[in-house]
Nanobody, 124 residues
Framework: QVQLVESGGGLVQAGGSLRLSCAASGNIFSINRINRMGWYRQTPGKQRELVAA???????NYADSVKGRFTISRDNAKNTVNLQMNSLKPEDTAVYYCNANLVVTSTRNEYNYWGQGTQVTVSS
C-alpha cells in the first residue's frame, strides 16, 4: 500500500508564510511513476477545490485566488510535492489535501491517491 503523508500545516498570522510538504510512503517500490500531483483545500460546507497542480514535467496551474502568492514544486526522485504559501490571508484557512496520480509497476494502471489532510489556519 502507498500513502501520501502531508506535513507543514499550522497557525499563522495574515501576511505570513507556511510550507506544506507531501511524500509518498509505504510500498513505494510498487510505484512506476507519479504523474500529476496537486494540492486541494476544503472548508466546512464547501466542495474541495484545486489550489495548485504540477505535472511530472513541471508544468503548473494555480487557482486564481492564489496566483502570485503560492508556489508548487516537486522532487521526482523523492516522490514529494511541496506548496510554498506566502502572503497568507484569512480566507486561505482550510484543510489542505495532497493528491497524486500514481502508476503502479505491476499493472501500469494509474490510481488517484489522497493524503489525510493538514489544517492551515490564518488569523487576522
Amino acid at each position: 500500500q502507498v500513502q501520501l503523508v502531508e506535513s507543514g500545516g499550522g497557525l499563522v498570522q495574515a501576511g505570513g508564510s507556511l510550507r506544506l510538504s507531501c511524500a509518498a510512503s509505504g510500498n513505494i517500490f510498487s510505484i512506476n511513476r507519479i504523474n500529476r500531483m496537486g494540492w486541494y483545500r476544503q472548508t466546512p460546507g464547501k466542495q474541495r477545490e484545486l489550489v495548485a497542480a504540477i505535472t511530472s514535467g513541471g508544468s503548473t496551474n494555480y487557482a486564481d485566488s492564489v496566483k502570485g502568492r503560492f508556489t508548487i514544486s516537486r522532487d521526482n526522485a523523492k516522490n514529494t510535492v511541496n506548496l510554498q504559501m506566502n502572503s497568507l490571508k484569512p480566507e486561505d484557512t482550510a484543510v489542505y489535501y495532497c493528491n497524486a496520480n500514481l502508476v503502479v509497476t505491476s499493472t501500469r494502471n494509474e490510481y488517484n491517491y489522497w493524503g489525510q489532510g493538514t489544517q492551515v489556519t490564518v488569523s487576522s
